[in-house]
C-alpha cells in the first residue's frame, strides 16, 4: 500500500502559531523558570521550535511514552519507556505534545507528573484531535484543533516516517 500527503496546515501558519504559543507562555511564566518536559519522539520537533522562542529560562527533559507502534490506530496500551532526569517538585512544568488524540497517554503522564508535587503543571499541544477522546485532558495551551484524520509532519510520523515534513499533512492511502 502506497500514500500520498495532503498539506492541512502550511508552514507557515504552524510557524506563527508555535510563536503565539511561547508569547503566551513567556507572559505566563513571567520571572520564572519552566521545565519543559517533551514526549519522545514526536513532541520533540515541536518543543525545539517551541522552546527557542520562549523567553523565560528553560530547562529541558524527555519523556517516551507511546500507543501506536507502526500502526495508524492507538493500541490501546500505553508504555512508558523512558522517564525524566529532571526532579519535579516544587517546579513549573509544562509537558510539550505534538498531538493529542484519544488522551491515554497524556492522562497517564499527566496524573505520573502531578504525584511528583510541581508547583504548576500545564500541557501544550501542536494538535488537538477532539473527536477520538477516550479519556478527557485538560489541555493548556492548543495549537489547532484538527478533524479525525491521520497526519504527519512537525514530528508526527507514520511507520517512523514523514516526521522532517515542515508543515501538517494527512496521510491518504492507495
Do not use: H, W
Not at 5 to 15: G, N, P, T
Not at 151 to 172: F, H, K, S, T
Amino acid at each position: 500500500m502506497s500514500e500520498q500527503i495532503r498539506v492541512m496546515i502550511s508552514e507557515q501558519e504552524v510557524d506563527t502559531r508555535i510563536a503565539e504559543l511561547a508569547a503566551k507562555i513567556s507572559a505566563d511564566f513571567q520571572g520564572e523558570e519552566i521545565l519543559a518536559v517533551a514526549i519522545l519522539r514526536g513532541g520533540a520537533y515541536f518543543c525545539t521550535e517551541l522552546t527557542k522562542r520562549i523567553t523565560v529560562p528553560v530547562v529541558l527533559d524527555f519523556v517516551e511514552a507511546s500507543s501506536y507502534g507502526n500502526e495508524t490506530q492507538s493500541s490501546g496500551e500505553v508504555k512508558i519507556t523512558k522517564d525524566l532526569k529532571e526532579r519535579v517538585e516544587g517546579r513549573n512544568v509544562i509537558v510539550i505534545e505534538d498531538i493529542i488524540d484519544t488522551g491515554r497517554t497524556l492522562s497517564l503522564l499527566m496524573e505520573n507528573l502531578k504525584g511528583r508535587n510541581p508547583k504548576s503543571l500545564k500541557l501544550c499541544t501542536l494538535l488537538d484531535k477532539p473527536d477520538r477522546r477516550v479519556v478527557e485532558v485538560p489541555v493548556d495551551y492548543n495549537g489547532f484543533r484538527i478533524p479525525n484524520e491521520f497526519v504527519v509532519g512537525c514530528g508526527m510520523d507514520y511507520a517512523q516516517r514523514y516526521r522532517n515534513l515542515p508543515y501538517i499533512g494527512v496521510v491518504e492511502f492507495e
